[in-house]
């Protein structure tokens, strides 16, 4: 008899989509599914494990977790698979028995395909299977034409010029996470008008295939049955989605830079207005980081996206753990001296709030 295959369901999106949202929350609905979570961050903090240390892992009745957190940093999983995660999948397919679902969330800078085909290898075929490729979407970061102005006319544009390249990288990036999709989340649509919305569907339906299903989501609040047993096989049919990057060995993510700082926080909404001003002046995609204010028993979580920034407390600061703000901001051409430095003087120049 043969034993059965982990169905591994890869989540995909740009930086700040809210993959680690989605995650979560159906990490905390697992409902006593035994899920196991592999999470490749691009950076040196771990935040994204750590956030979702912190909702359980998935928990039965009794409170006892039922999943497992596997954490891959420093990278890009779809140029590290043989390093780094190749042995992590063998553990798991050793414990094949004790894991429903396996999820694994890539980096924001992740090409899927790649990852997807290291399923074709014959260690990994025999005992995983990829049920889907998720994909989740910024709807107001679309709106707001982070990767094009009018995606519409850009599309017939390049459609016209064969020799006509994309406008960035990142274009390409965001493309190829939805050429390779059997599911998109159109996440964040609270607050957006019906025309918007329309827009950011219109240009999500450019790059992705017939029959892709489109799902609204707010704060990642999307049903374990949506996401989970789609039962695609994508491995078996992954060398029929084109991307960009089909006849690249080097995937180019040394266009991205990913550094850390370290800062003296005082108050919240100061911090906020001057990671907002610091990205209006650099090339920045990505903010996320723990903070430390003075006084406070909880630890601040601090994200952002383009020039929208929150924050909210998620757990109280244990005694074992240094209370320090650190910050990791990802972008282009990066100098994480030159960006602290600014960083503190913006924060020191505006007053703090009452």
Sequence with gaps: MQTRKIPATIVTGFLGSGKTTLLRHLLTN??????????????????????????GIGCDEEGQETGQLFELANGCLCCTVQEEFAPVMEQLAARRDQIDYLVI?????????????????????????????????????VAAGDFADDPVAVDAQRRADENLDHDSPLHELFEDQLATADLVIVHKTDGMDAADLARVEAAIRLKTRAGVKLVHAQHGRVAAEVLLGLEQAVQD???????????????????????????????????????????????IYRVKGFVALPGAAM???????????????????RSDEPRLTRLVLIGGHLDAAQLQGELQAAMQAVPATA
Excluded at 299 to 317: C, N, S
């Design 237 to 283: 049919v992954i060398d029929q989605r084109k991307t960009h990057h089909d006849e690249e060995e080097d995937h180019n993510h040394d266009a991205f830079d990913s550094v850390c700082v370290g800062l003296d926080v005082a108050d919240r909404a100061q911090l906020l207005r001057a990671l907002a001003s610091l990205v209006t002046r650099h090339e």
């Design 105 to 141: 969330e890539t980096s924001g800078l992740a090409l899927p395909k790649p990852l997807v085909q290291a399923f074709q290898w014959p260690a990994l075929r025999n005992a995983f299977t990829v049920d889907a490729v998720i994909t989740v979407v910024d709807a107001p970061a």
């Design 30 to 55: 697992a409902q006593g599914r035994r899920i196991a979570v592999i999470v490749n961050e691009f950076g040196e903090l771990g935040i994204d494990g750590e956030l979702l240390r912190g909702c």
């Design 299 to 317: 630890r601040l979580v601090a994200q952002g996206v383009g020039q929208r920034f929150d924050a909210y407390f998620d757990r109280a600061w």
